[in-house]
């Protein structure tokens, strides 16, 4: 049986739900063991400039609800 990779994705939207992502990252970043942490987000910058992702994808169609 095949594995499936694992890892943490995180969809946040808007710059204080994104900042929320970079905090929740950061402090998961000790438990994950080397797997990979994704953010989509509309703040690719934001994200980007945190440094705990592995990879930022922009999200094409934010709608800033809940």
């Known amino acids: 049986m095949n594995r499936l990779p694992q890892g943490i994705l995180y969809i946040a939207t808007g710059e204080p739900h994104c900042c929320e992502a970079v905090a929740s990252a950061k402090a998961s970043r000790l438990y994950v063991e080397g797997k990979p942490i994704i953010l989509i987000t509309d703040c690719v910058s934001v994200a980007k400039a945190s440094g705990v992702f592995d990879q930022v994808l922009h999200h094409p169609d934010p ?4």
Not at 63 to 66: C, E, K, N, P, W
């Open 63 to 66: 709608r800033y609800g809940y």
